[in-house]
Nanobody, 128 residues
């Protein structure tokens, strides 16, 4: 059973930066396409970023391109999301996602319903 735990969220002013971390336990990390999603209360969960099993390929939602960077450390079973130039519209609960059945980064964007494991979420609040 895979277990995901996010950390690193918090309150930041517009223009600031935060780094989210996700600890992966329970299975072989580098067999999983990984990603980040976010959700505002009352709205659907939306895709943010994905990274391939090897870490060699990444994919981003248009609103975060050029500002967010997803990375992974397969030796230590860690996933990261570096967020810069944060804006109030980035305020959301951010979720780590593990998807062993999805083999491409675009696939995670297109088929969030196929994610097998979710973290508990980490709140990110950006003040104006």
């Amino acid at each position: 059973q895979v277990h995901l735990v996010e950390s690193g969220g918090g309150l930041v002013q517009a223009g600031g930066s935060l780094r989210l971390s996700c600890t992966f336990t329970g299975r072989t990390f580098d067999l999983y396409t990984m990603g980040w999603f976010r959700q505002v209360i009352g709205k659907d969960r939306e895709f943010v970023a994905a990274i391939a099993r090897s870490g060699g390929t990444t994919y981003y939602a248009d609103p975060v391109k050029g500002r967010f960077t997803v990375s992974r450390d397969n030796a230590n079973n860690m996933l990261y999301l570096q967020m810069s130039s944060l804006q109030p519209e980035d305020t959301a609960i951010y979720y780590c996602a593990a998807a062993p059945r999805i083999t491409t980064v675009q696939g995670l964007c297109e088929n969030g319903g196929a994610v097998d494991y979710w973290g508990q979420g980490s709140q990110v609040t950006v003040s104006s």
